[in-house]
């Protein structure tokens, strides 16, 4: 799981390195050539992506720098953390989740994944197979039973997930 988020972040910097170096300068010498920059949309509009590029690289750039402080050896072995994987059963509907519990701001409700910085990735950290959580959600408690639980170090051994 960490390779992963690494690539997607790497290669997320990639992408937005290009077109700071590349594709912005050429689109503000376009926009400028155009004349009066007080009311030329396109400079604006340039400008704006390119603040919002540079904000975004230096938010990616720390979130490689907090993976790179992961050290799997420290992490609970029968605890949720990060990288988890979970089965939980909404007690109040009956439902059952699958979710992997992600860092940061990864995020992919379809696709099972729910950042330990959100409401249930908080309300599950810590909690053990069998046990019952009480979430605070915007629409108010739920409780979840921990149904089955693969952590990341039970992962990377092979033990399951």
């Not at 609970?76 to 979970?86: E, I, M, N, P, T």
């Not at 059952?96 to 409700?109: C, K, N, R, S, Y």
């Not at 990735?121 to 915007?138: C, H, I, R, W």
């Amino acid at each position: 799981m960490l390779e992963e988020i690494r690539d997607k972040i790497e290669g997320e910097i990639e992408r937005l390195t290009h077109e700071l170096q590349r594709e912005l300068p050429q689109r503000i010498k376009t926009a400028m050539e155009h004349g009066d920059l007080r009311e030329n949309a396109e400079f604006k509009a340039a400008k704006e992506r390119q603040g919002f590029v540079e904000a975004r690289l230096n938010h990616l750039t720390s979130r490689m720098t907090e993976l790179s402080k992961i050290d799997v050896t420290q992490m609970a072995y029968d605890k949720v953390g990060f990288g988890s994987k979970v089965t939980i059963k909404d007690e109040g509907t009956g439902d059952d989740f699958i979710f992997t519990i992600t860092a940061g701001d990864f995020i992919d409700l379809d696709g099972g994944q729910v950042s330990l910085a959100s409401p249930i990735g908080q309300g599950l950290l810590g909690a053990k197979e069998g046990q019952v959580v009480t979430v605070k959600l915007p629409r108010g408690e739920r409780r979840y039973k921990v149904l089955t639980l693969v952590t990341l170090p039970q992962q990377l051994e092979g033990k399951g997930g």
